[in-house]
Structures are given as C-alpha cells and as structure tokens.
C-alpha cells in the first residue's frame, strides 16, 4: 500500500511544481544598463539607451569596452513611442529590469520632468531604487563617456555616487526620493555631473527642483552644507582660504544637526545647532597645532567657516524659493496646528522663516606631524 501511494505521489508531483511560465529568452531581449533624455526641438525628446551585449560582459575589466555596450538614440514625442522605435530596429524587446541609472540633460530637466518621469513611473519593469543624475550638457555624451577600468558608462557614473567615496558632497538620489519630496512641499535635488576635457568626469553641485521643473544649482559647498543640515553628510574634505595664499584641509569624518522648530506667539522659527568632528589633513601658514590653545584657534576658525557656508546654503535655497532641508515637514510634525496656514502658503513662508545657526567643532587628530613641515 505504501508503495503504491509513493508511486501515485510521484506521478503527480511534476504537476504541482511550477514553472517559468513567463521566462523571456535573453537573446529575445535588449537588456538597457541605462537611458538618457535630451531636450530636443518642438517639444520632443531624444532618447538614447545604453544596452548591454551579455557575450561580452566579462567580470573583470579591460578588454575592448565598446564590445560590451552599444548606444542607440531616437528623436520623438514621449518616451515609450522612442522604446517601440528601438524594439523595431534592434528586433529584439527592451528590458528595463537591470536599468542601472537615468541620466537627464540640463536643458530637459530646466523644461519639466512631469513627462519623463511619468514613463518611468508607469514602466513595471523599472525599480523604483534606480538613481537619477542631471548631466551638465547632454545626457547622450555622459553615456558615451571614455572608460578605463569599467566595462559600462552607466557603471562608471554610478560608482562616483558611491557613499565609501572619500568626499561626499553629492548624494545618491533614486526615483523614489525624487517622487517623495517632488509632491511635498519640500524641494527635490538631483547630482549634477559635468563631463570635463578627455573623458573626465566630476560632480559639479545639486540641480533644485520647484516640483518637477529645475529652478536652479547649488554648487559644491552648498550642496556639502545641504547635506550637513539634513544629517546626509557622509564626511569628506574641506578647506579654508587663509592669508597670504595659505590653506588650511582638514577632513570632516563626523556630522549631526539638531534642527528644532519653535512656535512663539504664533511666530514660527527654525533653530539649527551644528556638530562636526575633523582632523587635520594638511596645513600651511597656521603653525604648530599640538597645544590646547592652537587646537581651540583652529575649532574656533572651523566654526566660523561652516556658520558662513551654512547661511550661504539658506540664502541662496531662498533665492530660488526651495526648501531644500524639508523645514516644512519639521515644522508640521511639532506644531501641526499652529503651521496649518503657513504650510499652505509655504513659499512665501520659507522666504521669511526666521532660522538660526550655531556650530560646534572639535579637532581630533592634527595628523602624523606636531607642526608644519619646512
């Protein structure tokens, strides 16, 4: 009996294992590693997709890169007419599932990214964890940046996004932190990446969004600043211009801020109190820094040079009318009764809410040397 149960068993078990019933043929497919969107005239996009030949994807580098990826680009009205375009002429399906990156140029960001990202939103195959940069220029020529050690351009971008970088004043931003504070009354930032002479790439600040449209940049500095008030620093390098040419690097490798709203008198208020630890990473013109008195002189100098950046950030998120540090949702989350109306007119809110600024720095480590080497 129990033999015979056995056999029924295992006569029925293919039937109760399931399959891959909706599996695609990876030679059916043109796998995209990246996209990018470029304004182009009368109102529509060009589009280029970076796709990936998995023949020639090797897991170490070097090697003929240009085998691994080919670009293709068209010029259209919306963004999935220029995706069957590509399905007609590569003969293949696209597939966004291993989407590394969406790069958008400048002038399309300036225009309004309702459009864009509505395709990307709606795409099932997109994750919603893809990060999105603004190039400085075109988005087409950053996906067709020169490599050296990478095998894909969308690899390479994506690495100078990467949080273990030694100086962080960017972050990286994916389409559901862009939808999130694109439909709140904060504002949403993208990276900027500008493509400099012989393939060099280098982030160049912050593009500000007003909703969906770009409204202006922050450079460096500010972006660094941004990031300091919004406890998303990482740590990284700094300097400060001192007398007679000299400079002064140290590395900021810890960071908080308590940013804490106040209601008075029906008054609201923002009060933002700035810790950072630094070492020394390298020094000219300032002298010894082993003694108590030359370690409290350089905290005292690095205070009074975050405090001037800090208020430069919030100066220029006002002239373009961004709150960039999400004051708003701080503000409404303790005094939701009180911020009901400004919070309804929060732009001109923003533009005169009072904010005050302190900072406290401490030295730790002054390097491997007692003083300036001669």
Same mark, same amino acid.
């Given at each position: *009996?129990?033999?015979?149960?056995?056999?029924?068993?295992?006569?029925?078990?293919?039937?109760?294992?399931?399959?891959?019933?909706?599996?695609?043929?990876?030679?059916?497919?043109?796998?995209?590693?990246?996209?990018?969107?470029?304004?182009?005239?009368?109102?529509?996009?060009?589009?280029?997709?970076?796709?990936?030949?998995?023949?020639?994807?090797?897991?170490?580098?070097?090697?003929?890169?240009?085998?691994?990826?080919?670009?293709?680009?068209?010029?259209?009205?919306?963004? +999935?007419? +220029? @995706?069957?375009?590509?399905?007609?002429?590569?003969?293949?399906?696209?597939?966004?599932?291993? *989407?590394?990156?969406?790069?958008?140029? $400048?002038?399309?960001?300036?225009?309004?990214?309702?459009?864009?990202?509505?395709?990307?939103?709606?795409?099932? &195959?997109?994750?919603?964890?893809?990060?999105?940069?603004?190039?400085?220029?075109?988005?087409?020529?950053?996906?067709?940046?020169?490599? $050296?050690?990478?095998?894909?351009?969308?690899?390479?971008?994506?690495? @100078?996004? =990467?949080?273990?970088?030694? /100086?962080?004043?960017?972050?990286?931003?994916?389409?559901?932190?862009?939808?999130?504070?694109?439909?709140?009354?904060?504002?949403?930032?993208?990276?900027?990446?500008?493509?400099?002479?012989?393939?060099?790439?280098?982030?160049?600040?912050?593009?500000?969004?007003?909703?969906?449209?770009?409204?202006? &940049?922050?450079?460096?500095?500010?972006?660094? =600043?941004?990031?300091?008030?919004?406890?998303?620093?990482?740590?990284?390098?700094?300097?400060?211009?001192?007398? /007679?040419?000299? #400079?002064?690097?140290?590395?900021?490798? $810890?960071?908080?801020?308590? #940013?804490?709203?106040?209601?008075?008198?029906?008054?609201?208020?923002?009060?933002?109190?700035?810790?950072?630890?630094?070492?020394?990473?390298?020094?000219?013109?300032?002298?010894?820094?082993?003694?108590?008195?030359?370690?409290?002189?350089?905290?005292?100098?690095?205070?009074?040079?975050?405090?001037?950046?800090?208020? /430069?950030?919030?100066?220029?998120?006002?002239?373009?009318?961004?709150? #960039?540090?999400?004051?708003?949702?701080?503000?409404?989350?303790?005094?939701?009764?009180?911020? &009901?109306?400004?919070?309804?007119?929060?732009?001109? &809110?923003?533009?005169?809410?009072?904010?005050?600024?302190? #900072?406290? =720095? $401490?030295?730790?480590?002054?390097?491997?040397?007692?003083?300036?080497?001669?």
């Amino acid at each position: *009996m129990k033999k015979t149960a056995s056999i029924l068993l295992a006569l029925c078990m293919p039937f109760l294992l399931s399959g891959c019933w909706s599996s695609e043929e990876i030679t059916t497919l043109a796998i995209v590693m990246g996209i990018g969107v470029d304004a182009a005239a009368d109102g529509e996009y060009e589009v280029t997709v970076q796709i990936a030949q998995p023949s020639n994807l090797k897991f170490m580098s070097g090697g003929d890169n240009q085998d691994a990826y080919f670009n293709a680009s068209s010029t259209g009205i919306g963004i +999935q007419q +220029q @995706m069957h375009q590509f399905e007609t002429e590569l003969s293949r399906e696209i597939y966004n599932g291993h *989407m590394e990156m969406i790069v958008i140029g $400048k002038e399309a960001a300036e225009g309004g990214l309702e459009q864009i990202m509505d395709y990307f939103y709606r795409e099932s &195959e997109a994750r919603f964890n893809i990060p999105i940069v603004i190039a400085d220029g075109k988005a087409s020529d950053l996906l067709d940046v020169e490599l $050296k050690l990478e095998r894909l351009p969308v690899s390479r971008l994506a690495g @100078m996004l =990467s949080t273990n970088r030694v /100086d962080m004043v960017v972050r990286k931003i994916t389409m559901d932190d862009f939808l999130r504070n694109a439909v709140s009354n904060s504002s949403a930032t993208l990276p900027i990446i500008e493509q400099l002479e012989e393939g060099a790439l280098e982030t160049k600040g912050v593009a500000v969004f007003d909703k969906y449209k770009m409204v202006g &940049e922050l450079d460096q500095e500010q972006a660094r =600043s941004m990031l300091i008030l919004t406890n998303k620093y990482g740590g990284g390098i700094a300097t400060i211009e001192l007398p /007679d040419n000299g #400079v002064f690097t140290f590395e900021i490798t $810890k960071s908080s801020a308590s #940013v804490k709203p106040e209601c008075e008198n029906g008054e609201l208020s923002v009060n933002a109190e700035v810790y950072l630890e630094f070492r020394v990473s390298d020094v000219s013109e300032i002298g010894e820094l082993y003694s108590d008195e030359a370690r409290h002189n350089a905290e005292k100098m690095v205070n009074a040079a975050m405090f001037e950046r800090l208020a /430069d950030v919030i100066t220029r998120s006002r002239e373009l009318n961004a709150d #960039v540090f999400d004051f708003a949702d701080i503000i409404y989350c303790r005094y939701p009764r009180e911020s &009901e109306s400004s919070i309804k007119n929060w732009d001109e &809110e923003f533009r005169n809410l009072p904010v005050s600024i302190s #900072v406290t =720095s $401490k030295m730790y480590s002054s390097g491997a040397v007692l003083k300036n080497i001669q």
